[in-house]
C-alpha cells in the first residue's frame, strides 16, 4: 500500500475525533502512514494526537502522528483531508437561536434550514472554503471527507466553488453506527439481515426499499405499517408525513422539521439543538486529558461514538478495496433520476479501485421529489450568497425556504444575524 498522508481539520472535536481515529488506526490500520492532527487551539490538537499514539501502541500499528496549528502545514501533500470544524459552534448557536425567537420565529434544529440554518451556512461555507482555497494550492488531488454541517450546503459550495474532490458524511438517518437501526427495530429483526435504501438530501433522507437480505422478501409495507402504528413512538409527527408524502423521513422530526413549516402546536423548546451539556462537554474533556496521559481508557471514550465512518473510506480508497456506503452526500449524477444533476443528494455509494460511485435508486415519490427540489434550491441560493456576500440572494434563499413562513421578520433577523458574526463574515458589508 502507498505510503498516505491524512490531515484532520478540527482534531479537537466533541465526538467525531475519538471516532475517526479509532477508524483509520485500530479498525482500518493504516501502516506507515502519516496522520497530522489540526486545531486551532494546539492543546486540543497535542492532547488526540497523544491518544492517537497510545491507540497505535496498542494495536501494534507503526504511524507517524502529529500535532499542529497550523493550516498550511497539515494540508501540505496531503492525500486525505478530513473537516469538522465551526466557528464557535455552541456560543454562535445559542445567539443565533435567541435572535430568531426575539423576531418571533419559530424553528426546530437550525442547522441546515429554516433561518438558523441560514447563518450557519454564511458561518461554515465561509470556514470550509478557506480550508478548501489552500487544498487547492498545497494539495490540490486529495480528497476531502467532510462532516461539517450544515453538511449539504457545505458539499454544495465544495462541488459548485472549489477543484477538489469531495465527500459529505452523515449517518442520521440509519439510527446508528452500523445498519438501519431504526428500520430493523420496528420490523424486530437484526440490522444485519435487511438491505435498506434510504435517498433524498441530508437531514431530508427518505426510506425507498427494505428487503430481506436472504430471501429479497419486500418488506418496505410492514416497515411503513409499523410506523402508521407508532413503532417509532418517540418521532410522533413522522406518521403524519408519511401520510402526507407517502414514505418514510429516516431523519426524525427535528431534522425534518428543519425543511418544514413549524408547527403551532409544538414549543421551541421541545426541538432545541443538542450538542452535549456544558457539564458533559467538561467531564468529556476532563476524561479526554486523563485518556491522553494514560490514566483513563480511551476504548471508555468510544461510548456514544459518532455514526460516521469516512476512516473506512480512506482506507478503501488508499488501498483499492471495495466499500459499500449506506450512504453518501455526493453530486446527483442520474443517482436519483428525478432530481437535477449535480445537486448533492443523500444516496449510498461503492467505493471501488479507488473510484466513489453512487447508487442509482430510481425515482423518489413525487410529493417527495418535489420536497427536495425545493430544498435543494435553497442550498444552492444560501451557497451563492455565502461565497459572494450578497445580501440579494440572502433575501431570495429565505423567499425560496418553505420552512420560513414569516419573511419580513426572517429577513430582519438575518441582517442581525449577520452583523453579530461580522468577525467571521468578512465578505458581507457591515
Known amino acids: 500500500?502507498?505510503?498516505?498522508?491524512?490531515?484532520?481539520?478540527?482534531?479537537?472535536?466533541?465526538?467525531?475525533?475519538?471516532?475517526?481515529?479509532?477508524?483509520?488506526?485500530?479498525?482500518?490500520?493504516?501502516?506507515?502512514?502519516?496522520?497530522?492532527?489540526?486545531?486551532?487551539?494546539?492543546?486540543?490538537?497535542?492532547?488526540?494526537?497523544?491518544?492517537?499514539?497510545?491507540?497505535?501502541?496498542?494495536?501494534?500499528?507503526s504511524m507517524s502522528i502529529e500535532a499542529t496549528s497550523d493550516l498550511t502545514a497539515a494540508l501540505k501533500d496531503a492525500d486525505y483531508v478530513t473537516t469538522s470544524v465551526a466557528a464557535g459552534l455552541i456560543k454562535r448557536y445559542d445567539t443565533d437561536r435567541e435572535i430568531i425567537?426575539?423576531?418571533?420565529?419559530?424553528?426546530?434544529?437550525?442547522e441546515c434550514g429554516g433561518v438558523g440554518g441560514l447563518s450557519y451556512t454564511l458561518r461554515s461555507v465561509q470556514l470550509v472554503m478557506d480550508i478548501v482555497r489552500?487544498?487547492?494550492?498545497?494539495?490540490?488531488?486529495?480528497?476531502?471527507?467532510?462532516?461539517?454541517?450544515?453538511?449539504?450546503?457545505?458539499?454544495?459550495?465544495?462541488?459548485?466553488?472549489?477543484?477538489?474532490?469531495?465527500?459529505?458524511?452523515?449517518?442520521?438517518?440509519?439510527?446508528?453506527?452500523?445498519?438501519?437501526?431504526?428500520?430493523?427495530?420496528?420490523?424486530?429483526?437484526?440490522?444485519?439481515?435487511?438491505?435498506?435504501?434510504?435517498?433524498?438530501?441530508?437531514?431530508?433522507?427518505?426510506?425507498?426499499s427494505v428487503r430481506d437480505r436472504s430471501t429479497g422478501e419486500d418488506l418496505l409495507a410492514e416497515a411503513n405499517e409499523a410506523v402508521r402504528r407508532g413503532a417509532w413512538e418517540w418521532q410522533p409527527r413522522t406518521p403524519g408525513w408519511l401520510e402526507q408524502y407517502g414514505s418514510v423521513p429516516l431523519a426524525g422530526d427535528s431534522h425534518t422539521g428543519e425543511y418544514l413549516p413549524f408547527p403551532d402546536e409544538i414549543k421551541v423548546s421541545e426541538h432545541g439543538g443538542y450538542h452535549g451539556s456544558d457539564e458533559e462537554r467538561v467531564e468529556r474533556l476532563r476524561r479526554l486529558e486523563e485518556a491522553a496521559n494514560g490514566r483513563y481508557p480511551w476504548q471508555e471514550m468510544l461510548e456514544n461514538r459518532s455514526w460516521e465512518r469516512p476512516g473506512l473510506v480512506i482506507h478503501a480508497l488508499a488501498t483499492n478495496t471495495s466499500l459499500k456506503q449506506n450512504m453518501l452526500n455526493i453530486p446527483n449524477r442520474g443517482y436519483i433520476r428525478n432530481l437535477p444533476d449535480e445537486i448533492i443528494v443523500e444516496v449510498p455509494a461503492n467505493i471501488t479501485n479507488g473510484?466513489?460511485?453512487?447508487?442509482?435508486?430510481?425515482?423518489?415519490?413525487?410529493?417527495?421529489?418535489?420536497?427536495?427540489?425545493?430544498?435543494?434550491r435553497v442550498h444552492e441560493c444560501s451557497?451563492?450568497?455565502?461565497?459572494?456576500?450578497?445580501?440579494?440572494?440572502?433575501?431570495?434563499?429565505?423567499?425560496?425556504?418553505?420552512?420560513?413562513?414569516?419573511?419580513?421578520?426572517?429577513?430582519?433577523?438575518i441582517r442581525?444575524?449577520?452583523?453579530?458574526?461580522?468577525?467571521?463574515?468578512?465578505?458581507f458589508k457591515h
Open 383 to 413: 451557497v451563492r450568497a455565502a461565497v459572494t456576500g450578497d445580501m440579494d440572494l440572502v433575501d431570495e434563499a429565505i423567499d425560496i425556504d418553505p420552512a420560513i413562513t414569516q419573511k419580513a421578520a426572517a429577513k430582519e433577523a
Open 416 to 427: 442581525e444575524l449577520i452583523r453579530v458574526n461580522a468577525d467571521v463574515l468578512p465578505l
Open 355 to 376: 473510484k466513489v460511485e453512487g447508487c442509482v435508486v430510481g425515482d423518489l415519490p413525487e410529493p417527495v421529489r418535489q420536497l427536495c427540489e425545493q430544498v435543494s
Open 1 to 61: 500500500m502507498k505510503q498516505v498522508k491524512i490531515a484532520m481539520i478540527g482534531a479537537g472535536s466533541f465526538v467525531f475525533s475519538m471516532s475517526l481515529l479509532y477508524d483509520m488506526i485500530v479498525e482500518s490500520q493504516l501502516p506507515g502512514s502519516k496522520l497530522v492532527l489540526m486545531d486551532v487551539n494546539l492543546a486540543s490538537a497535542e492532547r488526540m494526537a497523544k491518544i492517537a499514539r497510545i491507540m497505535a501502541a496498542e494495536s501494534g500499528v
Open 134 to 208: 489552500e487544498m487547492e494550492r498545497v494539495c490540490p488531488n486529495a480528497w476531502l471527507l467532510n462532516v461539517s454541517n450544515p453538511l449539504p450546503r457545505v458539499m454544495t459550495a465544495v462541488a459548485r466553488h472549489s477543484s477538489i474532490r469531495g465527500l459529505g458524511f452523515c449517518s442520521v438517518a440509519q439510527g446508528g453506527v452500523d445498519g438501519y437501526l431504526n428500520v430493523s427495530s420496528w420490523l424486530h429483526r437484526h440490522a444485519e439481515e435487511l438491505d435498506v435504501v434510504s435517498a433524498g438530501l441530508n437531514h431530508f433522507s427518505w426510506l425507498l
Open 101 to 110: 425567537l426575539k423576531y418571533g420565529i419559530k424553528e426546530p434544529v437550525s
